[in-house]
């Protein structure tokens, strides 16, 4: 089992819909939480970190349930410059490198 | 720099040749990453330092890669005898507190 699964998608959404991805995780002892963002044939920058009260950013909302070992990104009111690749990433300590799912593709359509 | 710098940018080598890939990460930040992307593909972790050290170097996927890192700052990852299978893209991140990584913009390799 992967450590980090994601739905690779793609999720074709219209601009302004509001779309949802899901994320588990396989580790226990995960301790930090984040969503990173990954254009096409760029590198990957952090969107937002996840806490266990959920976060939002204006139109981007987070959440952790570490009892189902699930995290998800919600992203409301879809913008074109939305289009990219979410990857999901966890962490166990302090020193251990992040560990990162696959992602999933977001196309927002005009 | 203010950002993490790699170079060569795209690298285009024959099957059997070795290659340099380097890093410069951001000034002061003692942790430095390496991963790598394959095509459509997650990031799969090879190796990280603290300051010159590398206490965890088990994504390494064979004895063809090396890495080293001198002076707590420039990182060189070495794939002796490349294969085709070395193709990919090698990314560096660095950190400050081991929590928020900047990555660079990654060097392109093709093993042809």
């Known amino acids: 089992r992967k450590e980090v699964e994601q739905d690779p998608g793609p999720f074709n959404v219209p601009e302004g819909a509001t779309v949802a991805f899901n994320c588990t995780y396989s580790n226990s002892a995960s301790q930090s939480f984040f969503w990173y963002r990954q254009d096409c044939r760029k590198e990957p920058k952090l969107l937002m970190s996840?806490?266990?009260s959920g976060n939002e950013d204006g139109r981007f909302t987070a959440q952790l349930n570490r009892a189902s070992q699930y995290i998800s990104l919600l992203i409301r009111d879809s913008k074109l410059s939305d289009s990219a690749t979410y990857l999901c990433v966890v962490k166990t300590s302090g020193n251990t490198p992040l560990v990162f799912g696959k992602g999933t593709r977001l196309s927002v359509i005009a | 720099g203010a950002g993490v710098s790699q170079s060569p940018s795209n690298k285009v080598t024959e099957k059997g040749k070795d290659v340099e890939l380097r890093c410069d990460p951001i000034s002061g930040h003692t942790a430095l990453y390496w991963y790598r992307q394959s095509l459509g593909q997650g990031l799969e972790f090879l190796i990280y330092f603290q300051g010159n050290s590398a206490p965890d170097k088990s994504g390494l996927p064979s004895d063809r890669f090396s890495a080293e890192r001198t002076g707590g700052s420039v990182s060189t990852l070495t794939i002796q005898r490349t294969q085709q299978e070395d193709s990919a893209v090698y990314l560096c991140a660095s950190s400050l507190d081991g929590y928020g990584y900047t990555f660079g913009s990654g060097t392109r390799l093709t093993v042809v």
């Open positions: 996840v806490y266990s």
